[in-house]
């Protein structure tokens, strides 16, 4: 092995140690004199679950078909904290580690990856919850169809990511992005089929309501979760997208982030 290769090797793994350190560090941090622990992942999908579930079941009835209404919200609000959450922590992942990137070197995206897998963490303790309902109700589970699971969430972490490395790059330079972004996930909450079903879109809306990524994602997650079945082609047009914003967010990510130290 060449000194170049062993060079680029120990670099490699040094910006990995790197990354579960500092991943690591923002959930200590999230969580450190806390009572509750790593048990708020949990409380937060649950009780703006319930909320809506006594709203759409015994004020607004929404027709959820066989599954139960707490069931059929909490498998899509799981994924949208992750996805929403994960977006306002990239946000400010380059600002709030302003002395780091204006001192030391090393690849900036690292400080952006770290803040979203420290939400995936919360999301698999959150998910913990769907397994136990899907018990007491009686829904069938399919481990078989719930290999196909990894797929879909790797599609909402590229998709997240993509908007991510955009946005932390543009709040580096504008600091209302982070305002902008809260505004903007507020909205995009009731423009994705959390808490109604598609069916509630009039048809001559669907094709445009379909384009919004996050409607094939959160429908992939309730088709093999709940229907135990391969999700539908919506899911297809949302990894292409998120594979398309993943692509174009890491390459302008690259492409500002060595004025980062200047502007901070």
């Known amino acids: 092995m060449t000194e170049t290769k062993l060079h680029q090797n120990q670099t490699s793994l040094f ?59 909490y498998t899509a609000m799981v994924p949208w904290i992750l996805f929403s959450s994960s977006i306002n922590d990239m946000v400010e992942s380059i600002v709030q580690n302003m002395n780091l990137v204006s001192k030391i070197y090393f690849p900036r995206e690292i400080l952006v990856v770290s803040a979203l897998l420290a939400r995936v963490v919360d999301f698999f ?53 982070r305002h902008l972004f ?34 094939g994602i959160i429908e992939a997650y309730r088709s093999v979760m709940l229907h135990s079945s391969l999700p539908g082609t919506s899911f297809l047009v949302s990894a292409l997208i998120a594979v398309i914003v993943l692509i174009i967010g890491y390459l302008f990510f690259k492409k500002v982030e060595v004025q980062f130290a200047d502007i901070i």
Not at 24 to 44: D, E, N, P, T
Not at 159 to 171: C, D, M, R, V, Y
Request: aromatic share 18%.
């Open 182 to 215: 809260v505004l903007l996930l507020q909205l995009w909450l009731y423009a994705t089929p959390i808490i109604y079903p598609v069916s509630f879109v009039p048809e001559k809306w669907q094709f445009l309501y379909q384009l919004n990524p996050m409607v």
């Open 15 to 73: 910006y990995k140690d790197l990354l579960f350190a500092w991943t690591s560090r923002i959930l200590k941090a999230r969580y450190q004199q806390s009572v509750l622990g790593g048990f708020w992942a949990i409380l937060q999908p649950l009780a703006t679950v319930l909320i809506f579930t006594t709203v759409f079941s015994f004020f607004l009835k929404v027709d959820t078909g066989d599954i139960p209404y707490i069931v059929f919200s």
């Open 125 to 177: 303790i959150a998910y913990i919850i769907l397994i136990i309902l899907m018990i007491i109700f009686k829904i069938q589970i399919q481990l078989v169809v719930w290999l196909f699971l990894p797929v879909i969430i790797l599609v909402e972490l590229a998709f997240a990511l993509g908007i991510g490395l955009i946005a932390s790059a543009l709040n580096a330079f504008y600091r209302d992005i």
